[in-house]
């Protein structure tokens, strides 16, 4: 949860968009620019929700097997036609997998480049060519020593997916969640 403390900004600009720009009864008024309580209410409204997606997002993936995720997405571009649900969720997989890594070695591109003083070049076109190339070449090599690691252990594209049957526990926490739901829902409209 230290992660949420980098949407701090986020969340004071979309607060501060939402005093500005929604209309109200103004509490301060200078000029064309002025606070509204509703506003307040909406920014604050907005700000929470994306707050309550981050912790759901948060519990879900240090809940969820990375497997079942995979089973999950795999299941979902079921219905799509034309798209191989297979590659697609193993794609995925591999993304969530190593964005991590990803983040890493940018970090670790960017670093260099400071030490190298190439922040205080003037063309921004060369600053770009300087930090964006050695990074996605970093990527590439990532994937392709990941492909040919793939390749060697075996790895087919048509490997079967096990088949999933709901249990108890599964059938209980869809209907808490229901339940949630229209709690949430007649609370919303009650209002």
Not at 150 to 166: H, I, L, N, T
Request: glycine fraction near 6%; aromatic fraction near 12%.
């Amino acid at each position: 949860m230290a992660g949420i403390s980098l949407y701090y900004f986020f969340f004071v600009f979309i607060l501060g968009c939402q005093m500005v720009f929604s209309s109200g009864e103004p509490l301060f008024q200078h000029g064309q620019l002025q606070l509204s309580s509703k506003g307040i209410s909406n920014g604050l409204i907005v700000c929470l929700r994306i707050l309550n997606l981050i912790c759901l997002s948060f519990v879900l993936i240090h809940t969820t097997r990375s497997a079942h995720i995979k089973f999950a997405i795999a299941w979902l571009i079921k219905f799509v036609p034309g798209i191989p649900e297979k590659k697609v969720a193993i794609m995925l997989t591999l993304f969530l997998r190593f964005l991590a890594l990803l983040l890493i070695q940018g970090k670790l591109t960017r670093d260099a480049c400071v030490a190298r003083c190439i922040e205080s070049r003037k063309h921004p076109v060369k600053k770009i060519h300087y930090m964006v190339l050695p990074y996605v070449r970093r990527m590439l090599l990532t994937a392709d020593r990941l492909a040919l690691a793939m390749v060697s252990r075996g790895y087919d594209e048509d490997v079967a997916f096990p088949k999933q049957v709901c249990g108890l526990k599964d059938w209980l926490a869809l209907l808490m969640m229901i339940m949630l739901f229209l709690m949430i829902y007649f609370f919303c409209n009650n209002r």
